[in-house]
């Protein structure tokens, strides 16, 4: 957790002037008895008005000034435990957005949310609670033990005796509390996850009927929440009324003791009420001490958490040295993938094995084969997603683990199966391809993604709305908005990974050619279950299993290509381009 403090640094002067204030009302707090100690005994007992009124005077004063610095305390301490949630979220935002998928994958974006808000508000509270009590409660208390030993040593002693029997009553509590708080926070992620999945996949959820079985599931993971939440909470209710009792028990065993020193006359009946003051302000001190180890082991949790994230390692990484070693391989206006072989996180075989292809700057390759045969999963190396363990990947003269991820990406438009537009409108959307597009440019995209005709006929055309995920429009639709979103940049490498299946025949021949023609620099790679969608392509990988087995162009594979000519004749009856 001290790690994290680093994120705080901004604000150093918050957190140094905030328990220096917060220090300063507790010598206050702890100097009142003593006053009023002496207001009884020297005042009121000698019925001198004067001194009376001066003493509250003082006190109401000491009060007043206390006060005030309660409040620039916590002051202090908003302006710092926000700016460091804000500081912290942007860091570990900016981490998460750096993730391969393959770390994607690892964590789960339900765990990424609740750390983003949840963990983060935990260390939040915590940061408050270190600036306004981490200094003033241990000082009140220790403050409180060494008045009433001023006053007087023997029943002093009663002190001794209420710490370590409170002691062992916050131990036990603590123990018992604090798994329950680690369940707590589990409980919460996997909630977020339900939520977040039912709320996605409303439409199937309903489509399927299985709205009562969900909100089974959720009601199931909510309730889970809820007992353990209680759970904590009953245990941790106890605290109070424990104290209460040690509270009371201890003030009467103070006030018998001190009966007799004040019948012996070795006690004024003020310094009783000094005492009894005394240890009730050690006994609230000590309970906001437990509180704060609550807060502070929940912290620690979230805090680990947190740092998951930032220490998660980034498998992939610029790494220009790669360059020097393999420049000799590489065919300057090519793009070669030389054996290369990968798997996913946790998987066992291989998805792909010993892929080897080549195909030229400007020239288009197709990629088919049966779902699952890893089409996917292979386009994905190329923007660097994840790493291959196996092989390399050469691009333009480079091994792809020579250019830093950010040029390699801004080389390369992907538009994936499923693409999601971002909610604003048609232009804005078009903007995430090409930041500074005029209207011209975007119309021109959608032109070449043969979206014109359909954006034309909206009434707010380029300004017409788009909701979260595109839902607004038809997958067709969605579908050539985001062809338009890639090739607004004239990108150099333009990969569509089955972008244009929701397409009608006439679109997508339509739509290949505009990328032919109008994109003519472009290389283009389409990944598509169609043989009408690639069979005008340069190049063809026919993928099974993970493996290449066959390559060529249109021609040649349907004459010998076995695995080919099954997709071919399974299609025959689909479309007119195959026969
Ligand atoms: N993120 C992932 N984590 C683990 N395994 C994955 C992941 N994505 C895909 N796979 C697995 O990798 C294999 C290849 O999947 P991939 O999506 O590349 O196939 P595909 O040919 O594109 O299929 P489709 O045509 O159905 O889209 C499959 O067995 C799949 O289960």
Excluded at 152 to 175: G, M, Q, S
Aim: hydrophobic letters at 45%; a positive charge; aromatic letters at 8%.
């Amino acid at each position: 957790m001290v790690r994290l403090l680093k994120y705080s640094k901004k604000y150093k002067k918050e957190i140094l002037l905030g328990p220096f204030f917060k220090l300063l009302e507790a010598i206050f707090e702890l100097f009142l008895p003593l006053y009023m100690a002496k207001l009884i005994d020297q005042g009121i007992r000698q019925n001198d008005l004067t001194y009376i009124w001066q003493t509250a005077g003082k006190m109401f004063l000491m009060s007043c000034i206390g006060l005030a610095c309660v409040m620039i305390c916590q002051y202090y301490a908003s302006i710092a435990s926000q700016g460091f949630g804000t500081e912290l979220r942007r860091v570990v935002f900016q981490k998460i957005n750096q993730f391969p998928h393959a770390e994607l994958d690892l964590f789960g974006t339900d765990t990424l949310v609740t750390r983003m808000t949840n963990d983060i508000n935990q260390l939040q509270l915590a940061l408050a609670m270190l600036i306004r009590l981490v200094i003033r409660a241990p000082f009140l208390s220790i403050g409180s033990v060494i008045m009433a030993f001023y006053i007087h040593p023997r029943i002093a002693l009663i002190f001794a005796i209420v710490l370590p029997v409170f002691f062992f009553i916050l131990v036990f509590l603590i123990k018992r509390t604090v798994p329950l708080f680690r369940r707590v926070q589990k409980n919460m992620d996997q909630l977020t996850r339900n939520i977040q999945e039912n709320l996605v996949g409303i439409r199937v959820i309903r489509a399927f009927v299985r709205q009562r079985s969900q909100s089974k599931k959720i009601s199931h993971t909510s309730e889970s929440l809820a007992k353990n939440s209680l759970k904590a909470a009953n245990i941790s209710a106890l605290l109070n009324p424990l104290t209460i009792l040690i509270m009371n028990s201890a003030t009467i065993l103070l006030l018998y003791v001190s009966g007799d020193a004040v019948n012996i006359g070795s006690l004024n009946q003020g310094e009783v009420v000094a005492l009894v003051n005394y240890l009730m302000q050690m006994l609230l001190a000590l309970i906001i001490v437990s509180n704060l180890v609550v807060i502070f082991t929940r912290a620690a949790t979230s805090a680990s958490r947190i740092n998951e994230i930032l220490d998660t390692k980034e498998t992939l990484t610029d790494s220009p040295e790669t360059q020097i070693q393999l420049t000799d391989h590489a065919k300057k206006d090519k793009i070669i993938f030389e054996n290369v072989s990968f798997k996913y996180p946790r998987q066992n075989g291989w998805t792909l094995e010993n892929i080897t292809f080549e195909w030229g700057m400007g020239k288009t390759l197709g990629i088919i084969g049966p779902t699952g045969s890893g089409k996917s999963s292979l386009i994905q190396l190329l923007p660097k997603f994840y790493d291959y363990a196996e092989g390399n990947i050469f691009l333009f003269g480079k091994n792809i683990g020579a250019y830093p991820v950010s040029e390699l990406r801004n080389k390369i438009r992907l538009v994936p199966q499923k693409d999601t537009l971002i909610s604003g409108t048609i232009l804005s959307n078009l903007q995430w391809g090409k930041q500074d597009a005029t209207e011209e440019e975007a119309w021109q995209a959608l032109r070449i993604a043969q979206a014109e005709e359909f954006v034309r006929d909206l009434k707010e055309g380029l300004n017409s709305p788009v909701v979260e995920g595109g839902e607004n429009f038809s997958g067709g639709q969605k579908q050539r908005l985001a062809i338009a979103r890639a090739v607004i940049n004239q990108p150099e490498i333009l990969i569509l990974d089955d972008s244009l299946s929701a397409l009608d025949y006439r679109t997508d021949l339509a739509l290949r050619k505009n990328l032919k023609t109008q994109l003519p620099n472009t290389t283009s790679l389409i990944v598509s279950q169609r043989i009408s969608s690639i069979r005008q392509a340069d190049h063809i990988l026919v993928l099974d299993n993970g493996k290449i087995v066959g390559q060529g162009k249109h021609h040649e594979l349907i004459q010998t290509n076995t695995a080919y000519q099954k997709i071919a004749a399974s299609q025959e009856n689909q479309s007119a381009e195959v026969k």
